[in-house]
C-alpha cells in the first residue's frame, strides 16, 4: 500500500482537543487546535491566570559524545561553554553565511549530553545541517532525534508556578529561569523547564508520549481553581507577538542573522571559538547592517500582515513580517524589516492593497513583563 506522506501526523494529545472542542489546522506537518473559545479569551485567559498549550510537535534532538560540545560552538553564536548543568540557553543555528537555519534551546543535561528543542517545521534541515557539520569536523558525537517519542506542554501565565505546585512540586524545587529539573512525578520522568514562548512567566514540561493525555488532564485538573484553559495557536501569536518573540519562517529564515533579526542581545560578544557564519556575523555586530527588524504600531485603522511593503517618503524601504491586534494593548502591531536608519516613534506607511496607512516605530516588546519571576 502507498503510504500518503502529505498527511498530518496527530499530536497524543489529539484527541483530548477534538474532546474540547477545539478547531484544527494544518501546522507544521502536523493536525493542532488553532482555538477553543476564541483567540481574545484565551490570550487574555495566559496575561491574566494561566494556559495550556500542546507544543508536541516540537522537535527533540540529543547530542552527546566527547565532541559534543564543540559541535555546538560550532553550530551556534552563543558560547555554549559558559552553560553550566542544568541551565539552557536560547540560541540561533546559522550557516556559513551567519543566516538563521533555526532557533531554539539549548538544554545542558551534563559535561557531554545536550537537548536541542527546535521548531517542527525545521526538523529535517536542522538534523541535515548538524550532521554535516559532523562529518566535515570528525567529530566524535551521537545525535539521536527523539522528536517521534516525546511530548512537550507549556504551561504559561502569572499562575504557572502555583499550578506547578499543586502538581505536587513544592516551589522550593521550582528551577529557576532558563534551567531545567528532571523529577518523577506520578511514577513517570518529567523534564521541566522554566522557558516558554509567551512573555509570562511559565514552564515547559517535556513527558514521553505515553503519559502526555494524562499530564494534560492532569494540569487542567490542578489549575481548575485558577481559571486554566487550553490555548491554540491562534493566541500563541498575539501573544509571541505582543512580547515581540520571533516567529522562524515569518521574522528570521536563513536570509538574515541574528543581528539583523535584533537578537544581538542573544549572541556572546565575547566568544572566541569559531562558529558558523561569524566573519558576517561579528561585521553585523561592528557595523549596523544595511536591513533590521523593527516594531510598529498603526495609527490608522488597519491591520498589516506578513509580505506587506513598508513606506517612507514614499520610498519602499522594507518589508512586514509579522502583524495583527494586540489583545492586551487595543491596537495593531506588527514587525518589520527596514533598511533605513529610522528611529523609535518615526512615521512610516504600510501598504495595504494600493492604499497607504500611517504607523509608527516603536520599542520592543510591546508589552512589559508584568508578573516577574522572583528567583
Not at 501546522?27 to 491574566?48: N, T, W
Not at 515547559?204 to 481559571?227: H, R, S, T
Request: net charge negative.
Amino acid at each position: 500500500m502507498k503510504v500518503d506522506m502529505t498527511t498530518p501526523k496527530h499530536t497524543p494529545l489529539y484527541q483530548k482537543h477534538l474532546d474540547l472542542g477545539a478547531r484544527m489546522v494544518e501546522f507544521a506537518s502536523y493536525y493542532m487546535p488553532v482555538q477553543y473559545s476564541g483567540i481574545l479569551d484565551e490570550h487574555k485567559c495566559v496575561r491574566e491566570n494561566a494556559g495550556i498549550f500542546d507544543v508536541s510537535h516540537m522537535g527533540e534532538i540529543f547530542v552527546s559524545g566527547e565532541d559534543a560540545l564543540d559541535l555546538l560552538q560550532l553550530l551556534v553564536p552563543q558560547d555554549v561553554e559558559k552553560l553550566s548543568a542544568n541551565r539552557a540557553v536560547y540560541a540561533q543555528l546559522t550557516n556559513e553565511n551567519g543566516g538563521i537555519i533555526d532557533d531554539l534551546i539549548i538544554y545542558r543535561l551534563a559535561d557531554e549530553i545536550f537537548l536541542l528543542v527546535v521548531n517542527a517545521s525545521r526538523i529535517k534541515e536542522d538534523l541535515a545541517w548538524i550532521e554535516q557539520n559532523v562529518q566535515r569536523e570528525k567529530f566524535k558525537v551521537t545525535v539521536d532525534n527523539q522528536s517521534e517519542n516525546f511530548s512537550l506542554l507549556a504551561l504559561q501565565g502569572p499562575k504557572a508556578a502555583e499550578i506547578v505546585t499543586e502538581l505536587g512540586l513544592p516551589e522550593e524545587e521550582h528551577p529557576e529561569y532558563f534551567s531545567f529539573i528532571e523529577k518523577n512525578l506520578f511514577g513517570h520522568d518529567l523534564f521541566i523547564s522554566r522557558t516558554g514562548y509567551t512573555g509570562e512567566d511559565g514552564f515547559e514540561i517535556m513527558v514521553k508520549n505515553d503519559f502526555a493525555p494524562q499530564l494534560w488532564d492532569k494540569i487542567l485538573e490542578a489549575g481548575g481553581k485558577y481559571n486554566i484553559k487550553p490555548i491554540g495557536l491562534g493566541a500563541r501569536d498575539t501573544l509571541r507577538l505582543e512580547a515581540a518573540l520571533l516567529l522562524y519562517g515569518n521574522d528570521m529564515d536563513e536570509s538574515v542573522t541574528p543581528i539583523e533579526a535584533g537578537l544581538a542581545w542573544s549572541v556572546s560578544k565575547s566568544k572566541t571559538h569559531n562558529y558558523n557564519g561569524k566573519h558576517v556575523i561579528k561585521q553585523h555586530l561592528e557595523n549596523k547592517p544595511a536591513k533590521r527588524l523593527v516594531g510598529f504600531v498603526m495609527l490608522d485603522k488597519a491591520i498589516a500582515r506578513h509580505g506587506y511593503e513598508v513606506y517612507n517618503n514614499e520610498r519602499q524601504i522594507g518589508v512586514v513580517t509579522s502583524g495583527g491586534v494586540s489583545p492586551t494593548l487595543g491596537v495593531n502591531i506588527g514587525l518589520a524589516y527596514i533598511d533605513d536608519l529610522l528611529k523609535i516613534d518615526d512615521e512610516i506607511s504600510i501598504k495595504i492593497r494600493d492604499k497607504f496607512f500611517k504607523a509608527h516605530i516603536t520599542k520592543r516588546p510591546f508589552i512589559q513583563k508584568v508578573n516577574k519571576i522572583v528567583k
